[in-house]
């Protein structure tokens, strides 16, 4: 018994011998590699190297006349440029829409629906063009600034605008358009039908548009990609949109947005 304890203290003392003259590698810092990482990127980049080759790009956009959502393709033919495809969708508001009270559901709930309006105005864009670094090249950690162009086609939609109304004389309850109603105090107006409501109805009406913007990239040299844009836009369709009864109709359109993307590079 003596001799196994013997040899095993002896074992134990060879043991901790061996492991201090061969102490385990330290663990590598997350945020030392990271480092490392981006110096390489950056060395690539300053060498005219491409550090990454494409990304896409989803899109989140208020408008000063409304919202959508966009979806970005991006290849990159240098480390400044960028050749850009984008699809996008809008609703474009009237700046004279105002919702009204209509009628109070069984959970308490106020219906509500904007009084004159003739049509939703969707848009449905498709564009190319070019995103350009100009600002933030040497700035690991920072914001990277892009100036970007892009045009297109837009396909404008024209979605008739239904509300629930009910006769005042025989409390009959129908679905009407305000294009169609000649006497507007004939009803109590309920509220608006509903977004499924008038898709058998709609016009189309193509256009062109163009817009420029300066893009913040948060991070560039990361696989994934956050950045805002903010930028201008100027539309033109092929008939003037009714959106609004007895208002004037327009075929050019000019607003402003802001737009918060997210997605991966390659």
């Known amino acids: 018994m003596k001799k196994i304890l013997l040899l095993s203290l002896g074992l134990s003392i060879a043991f901790l011998g061996w492991s201090q003259s061969n102490p385990a590698p330290p663990k590598k810092d997350k945020k030392s590699e990271k480092k490392q990482r981006i110096n390489a990127l950056v060395k690539m980049e300053e060498e005219g190297e491409l550090i990454f080759n494409k990304h896409n790009l989803f899109g989140i956009k208020l408008n000063t006349d409304g919202y959508g959502i966009s979806f970005e393709k991006g290849k990159f033919i240098t480390p400044r440029r960028t050749r850009i495809i984008q699809i996008e969708l809008n609703e474009k508001k009237h700046p004279k829409e105002d ?22 105005f969707y848009q449905l864009k498709g564009a190319y063009g070019q995103q350009y670094l100009i600002g933030g090249k040497s700035n690991k950690n920072g914001v990277a600034v892009s100036a970007l162009w892009a045009g297109g086609i837009s396909l404008g939609m024209e979605k008739p605008y239904y509300v629930d109304v009910q006769d005042r004389d025989t409390e009959e309850r129908t679905r009407k358009k305000f294009t169609e109603i000649e006497d507007i105090n004939k009803y109590n107006y309920l509220g608006a039908s509903g977004f499924t409501v008038g898709w058998g ?22 696989e994934v990609a956050s950045a805002i844009e903010a930028g201008v836009n100027i539309e033109y369709y092929a008939s003037e949109v009714e959106q609004m009864i007895q208002n004037n109709q327009h075929r050019l359109f000019f607003n402003a947005y802001v737009s918060l993307l997210f997605g991966k590079r390659k």
């Open 99 to 120: 919702k009204d009270a209509g009628s109070i559901d069984f959970f308490g709930n106020v219906n509500q629906f904007v009084f004159g309006k003739a049509n939703n």
């Open 201 to 222: 109805e709609v016009k189309f009406n193509p256009g062109a548009h163009l817009k420029t913007a300066l893009r913040f990239d948060y991070g560039r040299f990361n």
